[in-house]
């Protein structure tokens, strides 16, 4: 497999194929892998650092058996066709041996012209790497800088430098290519009217971010260029360079810049001080993914970021201050208004490079009109030419969750053209033996991140190293910066192996997202790995103490010490496995449930496919066509036709799911299915949740009331099935966000916007003398979305605005339906008489469905009752308990495109599971110390899983292959006689000594 550009997507991608044991080249043009994430300070919704959030992915990438990372690489030409390519690929000189360069930076000091460094708003930028988590962690020498190679050879220490490295042409066999070469963004230079280029306090949201970021050019900083003077005023302007007409702009939405706009300006007043005015000028606010409505809110609400609804012409510098002045008019005001800011963020979208366009050219791929790789109707992944697919924004502007989810999708769409069965083979330990150190005596090494401004910010990492340096048994303590980073963690494997260290804190982010990488950091000095202890004092401290940095480091010091105290009595532990099911269970059978079904069926995997209704379908039955023209009717036909002819597929419709048992790999899930709904248990390995959600249909605006009310999917069967009867209609009205973005249904409903603009385009198709009327509160056709918006608007669409606090009221007079709803350009009520009535209802969670499996399966729900994913950026289709993904609109709303692509994503990521033939149960399993126990029962009746029984002994025996590690057992015990292991009484008790103090 060939993966070609080294973000987020395309490592997603080469992971998942590697993981499903596929060998993988991933090559990128750039020094290092990581693209554009790398490069911001925070991720929304949560706020998190990226840097922290994005390094295990790229450690990740580095250390994958299969996978071969290929940096300053470029595909010269492709040859052969699906299943067979040959791809030459040509790699520039990089004048550096990687496995040998440490990063030391010798070379960047004495010859800082020489070495390489990516220009940005730093002059001071040292080195190629972008970010401290570069991978691969090594440096690169611009040889025609270089007036005496021997000199600079002499600067470095393990002979790294290679002088007469030269341009290699590679040719590999590949069977498909995933094309993840993501897009640029926009540079508003080109642009005279807001001063990029011009003005120094006029930035981009991408120079905002790196002022942000503790790697930035003011080391987390945030200053104002000109004067080096923190600002008291920022605005943003929306969508520059998108959602335009003139020359310089593109048509579409970019699907991004509001959400980053939100969160920089609440990261400013979060990190810099409340007192900091922060406003956003903006058209339409498009917050449409999930959680990011409640997130605007927080914004506005919470953080007091001010929101105009008004695109300004332009920003006037005073050249005495420096300041920036914007004049804009407010839709509800005659006149203008002009302020003045002392720093303006320009939000900037997408666009595709003009080597990304020659690459498809060679390739022989289409394009769309936007220059973004065109995909078949149904399939957002397939590209005009088989076995090429695509992920990432190279297919679509998307946000991060959305390219992972079609990063899985592409490796799973390209794995089909290998054969589904593979090879065993043997696994060759990439570990040394463990060193035996369970009687010497604890000698703790203590490394404390400070991540940036993540937790240094806020604590005096150096006074935690001192204080931990006086803890007895704390042989090493020692502050590690970015401690996840390649540089660090080096460093701290050396101080292991040079100290002789035999037990590791880490001060420093979430062991959720970090631990297995500090694991695998003991495996390689030959340390058990469960002789490490994360102090997680980034989640669990400062994030939760902002503001209070004596507190925070009160509590800093309480945490070092249960975790220096607990890692005492930390002792090795065998992890337990076992052979896994190579059973798949799909839960729905809509158009996600099926698509995913049919991916696996087709790697040669048996699929259970459970559906509650009599036939397959789901509510994609109810619409006709998708906003581009597709017959969905047809396609439906035709996935039913398919799955249910499949040799692999075991369709189950009328069946209910009525308990559930095992772990990870083994699961064991009994089913009552057909008339008599007759029992059945299937053994599987994994499980896809594709419950999809319901129609919404609100009690408002006379639905349920009056006749000629309807929803959108009421007036979309209509459209498709008597249009005769549009033809006799002369004004419809329709209603946007009706049941969402308000406090019973706090989220954006996301499909929307596309249905009303889908319903208004038909209808003058079919009737062009008819006047549609849209009443929204912002539109939010996202994406290429954008293009059908325009076209409504081109063909004599109406759109008017409402706010929340002033809706729309619809009333019947002398049996006619009148709308009466306020215009703010009027600056008056009017009153529209209307044939119809549609309103855009979206959908809600089938909240009885998930809260039955959320209970059966122990997964956690949102707050709209929607299944929540492990992480919202990294994890969108995994799911917090090991073996269940998500796919579809039970994930959250969601057009059908999308959800295909969920559902190849979550079939893909069972694949990687699946692959390995064997689960690692870890081992964290309850022990029964058999002298101690008195065969009470308690532990029997206790466990919610019915694990502990009574053996021939007459004592209780706990099955590892079936534990879940829950601690139940162990917490009701009235002997002391379980043990849960890595969580042991003595554990526990030594984390409160250290707590309160007591050491001996």
């Known amino acids: 497999m060939l993966v070609i550009g080294g973000g987020v997507g395309g490592i997603r991608a080469a992971l998942d194929l590697a993981e499903s044991r596929r060998d993988v080249v991933l090559i990128d043009r750039s020094y290092s892998i990581g693209g554009l994430m790398t490069q911001l300070d925070r991720t929304f919704p949560t706020n998190n650092c990226d840097l922290c959030t994005v390094s295990p992915y790229l450690s990740q990438g580095s250390r994958e058996a299969r996978l071969d990372l290929k940096p300053m690489t470029r595909l010269d030409r492709l040859e052969g066709e699906a299943g067979k390519f040959t791809a030459t690929l040509v790699t520039e000189p990089r004048y550096i041996d990687i496995d040998k360069c440490t990063a030391c930076g010798e070379c960047a000091k004495k010859f800082p012209d020489a070495v390489r460094f990516t220009p940005g708003l730093d002059p001071r930028a040292p080195t190629c790497m972008r970010y401290p988590q570069a991978t691969p962690f090594a440096y690169s020498i611009d040889m025609d800088k270089v007036a005496d190679i021997k000199e600079i050879q002499k600067v470095c220490k393990v002979d790294a430098i290679l002088a007469e490295d030269t341009v290699t042409e590679t040719r590999v066999e590949v069977a498909s290519i995933v094309l993840s070469m993501g897009a640029d963004l926009f540079d508003p230079k080109i642009l005279d009217n807001f001063g990029s280029g011009q003005f120094d306090n006029v930035v981009t949201g991408l120079e905002y971010e790196r002022i942000m970021s503790a790697s930035g050019p003011f080391q987390g900083n945030l200053v104002r260029r000109s004067d080096r003077q923190r600002p008291k005023r920022v605005a943003w302007i929306q969508c520059v360079g998108s959602r335009g007409i003139n020359k310089a702009d593109v048509p579409y939405c970019s699907g991004v810049c509001c959400m980053y706009a939100l969160k920089e300006a609440m990261v400013t007043k979060e990190r810099f001080g409340e007192d900091i005015e922060t406003t956003i000028f903006f058209m339409d606010m498009r917050t449409h993914g999930k959680n990011y409505e409640q997130y605007y809110n927080r914004a506005r609400d919470e953080y007091k970021v001010r929101m105009i609804r008004c695109k300004p012409h332009s920003v006037v510098q005073d050249d005495e201050t420096k300041n920036l002045q914007i004049t804009y008019a407010l839709e509800e005001k005659a006149s203008q208004e002009t302020e003045e800011f002392d720093m303006v963020v320009l939000s900037t979208g997408f666009r595709i490079g003009q080597e990304s366009i020659e690459l498809a050219d060679k390739l022989g791929i289409d394009l769309n009109e936007h220059k973004f790789a065109a995909t078949a109707p149904f399939n957002p992944a397939v590209t005009s030419k088989p076995g090429i697919y695509v992920c990432g924004v190279y297919e679509s502007p998307k946000d991060i969750p959305e390219t992972m989810v079609q990063g899985s999708a592409a490796a799973s769409m390209a794995a089909t ?26 000698k703790i090494g203590v490394f404390v991140c400070d991540c940036g401004y993540e937790i240094g910010g806020l604590v005096d990492v150096k006074k935690i190293i001192e204080f931990a340096e006086t803890i007895p048994d704390v042989a090493v303590a020692k502050a590690v910066g970015y401690g996840c980073s390649s540089e660090s963690m080096a460093e701290i494997e050396t101080m292991i192996q040079e100290n002789g260290l035999n037990r590791i804190v880490i001060g420093g982010c979430s062991p959720r997202t970090h631990e297995t990488k500090f694991q695998d950091l003991l495996r390689r000095t030959g340390l058990n790995k469960y ?4 102090v997680n004092l980034r989640d669990q401290n400062t994030w939760a ?22 890692v005492r009595k930390n002792h090795p532990l065998t992890d337990h496995t076992l052979p ?31 559906e509650r209704a009599p036939a397959l379908g789901g509510l994609a039955q109810s619409i006709s066509r998708t906003i581009e023209g597709e017959d969905v009717g047809a396609f439906v036909r035709d996935l039913v036709e398919k799955v249910t002819a499949h040799d692999n597929i075991q369709v189950l419709t009328r069946s209910v799911i009525v308990d559930h ?3 990870p790999g083994l699961f064991k899930t009994g089913i009552q299915t057909g008339l008599r709904m007759n029992y059945m248990q299937i053994d599987h390995g994994v499980t896809i949740l594709a419950t999809g959600a319901l129609p919404n249909r609100p009690q408002e605006y006379g639905l349920n009331q009056y006749e000629k009310v309807v929803t959108q999917l009421e007036l979309d069967d209509i459209l498709e099935n008597d249009p005769e009867q549009i033809k006799t209609m002369d004004q419809i009205v329709m209603i946007q966000c009706v049941g969402s973005r308000e406090e019973s249904n706090p989220n954006c409903s996301r499909i929307c916007c596309q249905a009303a603009m889908k319903n208004a385009l038909r209808l003058k198709q079919i009737n062009p003398e008819i006047e549609v009327f ?9 994406g290429f979305q954008e293009d059908y918006y325009r076209e409504a608007r081109n063909q004599g669409v109406k759109f008017i605005r409402f706010s929340l606090d002033n809706r729309p009221v619809v009333e019947e007079e002398n049996k006619e339906l009148y709308v009466r709803v306020h215009d703010f350009i009027l600056g008056s009520e009017i009153k529209i008489a209307a044939d119809r009535v549609a309103l855009s209802t979206g959908l809600i ?16 729900r949102t707050e709209d009752n929607y299944f929540l994913e492990d992480h919202v950026k990294l994890r969108p289709v995994d ?19 999308e959800s295909i692509t969920q559902a190849q994503a979550a079939a893909g990521r069972a694949q990687t599971m699946l692959a390995k033939k064997e689960i690692n149960l870890g081992a964290s399993v309850a022990k029964v110390d058999g002298t101690k126990c008195a065969a009470c029962l308690v532990c029997v009746r206790a466990c919610p899983f019915g694990i502990p029984m009574i053996n021939a002994e007459g004592y209780s025996q706990i099955d590892p292959a079936k534990c879940q590690g829950c601690g139940v057992c162990a917490a009701d015990c009235p002997a002391k006689a379980i043990q849960l292991m890595a969580f042991e009484d003595d554990q526990i008790l030594a984390k409160l000594d250290g707590l309160f103090e007591r050491y001996n």
């Open 774 to 782: 849209v009443l929204y509160r912002d539109i939010r056709t996202y």
């Open 879 to 897: 799911m917090s308990l090991r073996g269940f993904f998500i796919a579809g609109t039970a994930h959250s709303p969601k057009i059908i495109r």
């Open 580 to 610: 896994m099911s190579q059973n798949a269970l799909v839960v729905g059978g809509g158009v996600t449930g099926m698509t995913s079904a049919l991916q696996l069926a087709d790697q040669g995997i048996k699929v259970y496919l459970i």
């Open 545 to 566: 103490h902002m503001g209070q940095p004596e507190q925070a480091f009160d509590k800093a010091i309480k945490l070092l010490q249960v975790g220096i105290s607990g």
């Open 531 to 534: 002789l490490v202890e994360i």
């Open 417 to 442: 053209n290998l054969p589904a069965f593979l090879p065993e083979e043997e696994v060759e330990d990439l570990f040394p033996p463990e060193r035996n150190v369970a009687d010497d005596d604890p």
């Open 845 to 860: 969670a089938d909240d009885e469905t998930t809260e039955d499996l959320a209970l059966m399966f122990h997964l956690p």
């Open 661 to 663: 048992s095992g772990m």
